[in-house]
């Protein structure tokens, strides 16, 4: 069983930086598929990136890719998301998630085994 807690979330305004952090705990951490998912109100939740902790493979959505660093520290089994050049609809809850099934869509909220309770960021002037 993995738990998964987040941390660090918050307000920025528009244009900003925020780091985003999920310590994971109960688990073989290389062995797993980590991701960062959000979901604003009304909307679905989507993967925003994911890395796999052996070989540091890095997958990124579309409305994030160059302005969002995913990264790790394995000694510390931590997951970090860095947020720069925030954007409104950046504005949702994010959550952490986990999973062995590595071989799966990275983008799929069915690959993940475990969830953090989720954290808020809200991007706003």
């Known amino acids: 069983q993995v738990q998964l807690v987040e941390s660090g979330g918050g307000s920025v305004q528009p244009g900003g930086s925020l780091r985003l952090s999920c310590a994971a705990s109960?688990?073989?951490?290389?062995?797993?598929?980590m991701a960062w998912f959000r979901q604003a109100p009304g909307k679905e939740r989507e993967g925003v990136a994911s890395?796999?902790?052996?070989?540091?493979?890095?997958n990124y959505g579309d409305s994030v890719k160059g302005r969002f660093i995913i990264s790790t520290d394995n000694a510390a089994n931590m997951v970090y998301l860095q947020m720069n050049r925030t954007k409104p609809e950046d504005t949702a809850m994010y959550y952490c998630?986990?999973?062995?099934?590595?071989?799966?869509?990275?983008?799929?909220?069915?690959?993940?085994?475990?969830w953090g309770q989720g954290i808020q960021v809200t991007v706003s002037p």
């Open positions: 109960g688990g073989t951490f290389n062995s797993l598929l």
């Open positions: 998630a986990a999973t062995t099934r590595i071989w799966n869509r990275w983008s799929d909220i069915g690959t993940y085994d475990y």
């Open positions: 890395i796999y902790n052996d070989i540091h493979h890095k």
